[in-house]
């Protein structure tokens, strides 16, 4: 029997991949997308699973039986509740797909879908509960219940693209804040003498706590706070770019498509609350004791950071990271590579270029051929070229 189930081990897999896991329903839009059919499914499945329990009362099973709206409502609460352990799972979520081996585009897709279902689960529970009669504002649940309410709206408002676009750290900052103030008041709405609904509330509590707690200690220790000097950044500009040469503190293994993400807190106040990932443009076989950034300024903190710069205000800054953050992506067992960047893109391509290179040498990859498209859009984009000769410089001093 065995000779006829490894045939079937091996094809299945392929067949998922290739025809429900690769293929798209909905390509990539300013908006929405992209949608594969294995996302579509998963989505639907996690939709139907909450409104069987939503519209099938809780009796035993031999009984089941339609919910009324206002049964609906209570289990609706219930639900809400149980979705928003997602939401607070952490308030950084490249360290939780970090420690749970989840890329970043997955808990990001968890984070989002928890989100609009806990939305609309209050926003049943919500007219529910107006169907029952009118709230009496005097009441301190129910004027919990009316602000919770409106942060919730007010946090799918400030969701919309203009808002992010205008400032994205003002914009997840403020996320932040208004998902604990609005916990806090589902906390105050909820009865306090019923402990089964404010189980959630605690469990939120902890789990927030226990990854705040685990996600600083871990940026303490690898940035030494008190066993080494904190890490210093030598900065400089070039025509429209920002070269960050930063001297670590301690050692730090970068594989290729990893990224760190950066505090300079001695800019201004605001900045100390804003981090940035960024990406080493070379790629080494050891640990790093200096890590070589190319920054493009557009606005914000990097902005900020080429006109101090300029004008010598501040040269040799403090600064803090975390990670490396970012999955190890293999990319060995390829015959033909192909790399596409434009302007200040390639400065993500090269760690892997320089991987691919020192591979080869070493007979440890099997590309034979590799090819690189950089397309460069103005004259400013040349100024990466002294770059380029430097990681080539150093992969083969580590080769």
Same mark, same amino acid.
């Given at each position: 029997m065995l000779p006829l189930f490894v045939p079937l081990v091996t094809h299945v897999p392929l067949f998922v991949l290739k025809h429900v896991t690769c293929p798209y329903l909905l390509h990539r839009h300013r908006i929405?997308?992209?949608?594969? +059919?294995?996302g579509v499914l998963i989505q639907l499945a996690y939709l139907a699973v909450n409104l069987f329990y939503i519209l099938i009362v809780e009796v035993p099973w031999d009984s089941l039986r339609a919910a009324t709206f206002s049964d609906a409502g209570r289990q609706a609460s219930a639900l809400a509740e149980l979705n928003m352990i997602h939401l607070f799972a952490?308030?950084?979520?490249?360290?939780?797909?970090?420690?749970?081996?989840?890329?970043?585009?997955?808990?990001?897709?968890?984070h989002r879908s928890a989100g609009w279902m806990t939305s609309a689960l209050v926003l049943l529970y919500t007219m529910a509960a107006l169907s029952d009669g009118p709230l009496p504002l005097g009441v301190p649940q129910n004027l919990f219940a009316v602000i919770a309410a409106s942060l919730l709206c007010l946090l799918l408002v400030f969701l919309f693209l203009l808002f992010r676009y205008l400032s994205y750290e003002l914009f997840i900052r403020s996320h932040q804040a208004l998902a604990l103030i609005f916990i806090y008041t589902v906390w105050?709405?909820?009865?306090?003498?019923?402990?089964?609904?404010?189980? @959630?509330?605690?469990?939120?509590?902890?789990?927030?706590?226990s990854i705040s707690f685990l996600q600083s200690g871990a940026v303490i220790v690898q940035n030494g706070v008190f066993r080494h000097h904190l890490s210093r950044a030598m900065i400089s500009h070039d025509s429209r770019a920002v070269k960050m040469h930063i001297h670590l503190s301690k050692p730090? @293994?970068?594989?290729?498509?990893?990224?760190?993400?950066?505090?300079?807190?001695?800019?201004?106040?605001?900045?100390?609350?804003?981090?940035?990932?960024?990406?080493?443009?070379?790629?080494?076989?050891?640990? @790093?004791?200096?890590?070589?950034?190319?920054?493009?300024? +557009?606005?914000?903190?990097? +902005?900020?950071?080429?006109?101090?710069?300029?004008?010598?205000?501040?040269v040799n800054p403090i600064i803090m990271f975390s990670g490396p953050h970012g999955p190890n992506v293999s990319i060995v067992d390829y015959d033909s590579i192909l790399m596409v960047a434009s302007g200040f893109g390639i400065a993500a391509v090269l760690p892997h270029l320089g991987k691919l290179v020192y591979g080869y040498d070493t007979r440890v990859v099997r590309a034979c051929r590799i090819h690189l498209v950089w397309q460069i859009e103005n004259k400013g984009s040349v100024c990466i070229t002294p770059v380029i000769l430097h990681m080539q410089y150093r992969v083969k001093k580590v080769g």
């Open positions: 929405l997308g992209p949608w594969t +059919r294995a952490g308030p950084y979520l490249a360290f939780l797909a970090d420690r749970f081996g989840f890329s970043l585009k997955t808990i990001r897709s968890i105050r709405h909820l009865p306090s003498d019923n402990f089964s609904l404010c189980v @959630y509330i605690y469990i939120y509590t902890v789990i927030f706590a730090l @293994y970068l594989d290729a498509g990893q990224y760190i993400n950066l505090w300079i807190p001695s800019i201004s106040f605001w900045p100390f609350l804003q981090s940035h990932p960024f990406t080493d443009v070379s790629w080494a076989v050891t640990e @790093y004791d200096i890590l070589d950034l190319l920054i493009e300024p +557009r606005r914000g903190l990097m +902005r900020e950071l080429l006109c101090h710069t300029k004008k010598g205000h501040i």
